[in-house]
Structure formats: structure tokens, C-alpha cells
């Protein structure tokens, strides 16, 4: 016998007390730990006005400056595994993979490089997603090392379901 004066036998027989209820206890404990409960996405859809300016690196002539487009972009950010994902349903090329960030405060950071034969871009993201609020983004790229460009980016997000990013995804897939 134990100290509580309860055999083992009859502890591990022991039906519950009528205080405690096992059932559901057990399914919230269960549901806490997971994956879809703790899943914790936020979804954006931003509104964006894009300004580029490119330059001739060889002879510095201007190419086109402060060419100004608006542009739609939706966000996909996981804060707890500090990661997003961008869906833009004018880009020919998604990526449809997981960037990593900084996030704390309801704040998204990126840096974002590319770097291949064709192409090297660097720049940084910073979105406002809780409360959902501005886009900011400064870009530098260069292609083909023959045209340099400098790619501002501003916009206003607002919080939409994941249907709304899934049916973004899905229209684009279709055209």
C-alpha cells in the first residue's frame, strides 16, 4: 500500500472520482497539441503600387524612371515557425515555398536574394499583419549585368480567410 492508503491494484482500478472527467479533459489536451489548432495562420491580400527605375549599367543611361504599377499580393505568414509565403496572381513565376522571416509584434522582416546568371536581387520586406496595415518593400536587381533597377514597393493589406488565398491560387492556375 501507498501512502494515500490505496493499493496499486486498486489505483490503477480506481474508476474517477466524480470531480474529475477524463473525457474531456483528455480531447482538450489532445486538441491542444494538435497541428490544426496550433496552426496559427494569418492570410493578406495587399494592394501595392510598385515604382521602378532602371538604368544602362554600361553608359548609366536611364532607361525608364519611377515607372509606377499596381500590383495585387497575397500573403501567407506563419508568426510561430517565423516563415511566409507570397502568392502574386500577375507573376508568371510563383515560388509556392516558404520564405523565412523575422516576425515579433505583428511585424513580418525579409531580406530577399536571388543570385543565378540571369538575375541578382537584393532587398528587404517589412508587412504590418496584426492588425493588418503597410506593405513596405526596397528592391535592387540586376540583370543580365547590363540593367540595374531599383524597385520600390508600398501597399495597404487587409486580413482575409485562407478560402480567399486558396481561390487566388486556384484562378490563377486556371488561366
Known amino acids: 500500500m501507498g501512502q494515500s492508503g490505496v493499493s496499486v491494484d486498486q489505483a490503477v482500478n480506481r474508476p474517477w472520482s466524480r ?36 538604368t544602362e549599367i554600361k553608359t548609366g543611361k536611364l532607361i525608364n524612371e519611377k515607372e509606377t504599377r499596381e500590383e495585387l499580393l497575397y500573403l501567407k505568414i506563419d508568426p510561430v515557425g517565423n516563415r511566409f509565403m507570397t502568392f502574386n ?3 508568371e513565376k510563383q515560388n509556392n515555398q516558404w520564405d523565412e522571416a523575422a516576425i515579433s509584434g505583428g511585424r513580418l522582416s525579409a531580406k530577399i536574394a536571388e543570385d543565378n546568371d540571369a538575375l541578382n536581387v537584393e532587398g528587404e520586406l517589412e508587412v504590418e499583419f496584426q492588425p493588418a496595415g503597410k506593405l513596405r518593400s526596397q528592391v535592387s536587381a540586376i540583370a543580365f549585368g547590363m540593367i540595374s533597377s531599383e524597385i520600390e514597393i508600398t501597399g495597404d493589406c487587409m486580413a482575409v480567410d485562407e478560402s480567399v488565398f486558396d481561390a487566388a491560387q486556384d484562378l490563377s492556375d486556371d488561366n
Open 89 to 91: 496572381p500577375s507573376s
Open 19 to 54: 470531480n474529475m472527467k477524463p473525457l474531456p479533459l483528455f480531447g482538450a489536451l489532445l486538441l491542444s497539441a494538435s497541428p490544426v489548432a496550433a496552426e496559427n495562420l494569418v492570410y493578406l491580400k495587399c494592394r501595392n503600387q510598385m515604382t521602378l527605375t532602371s
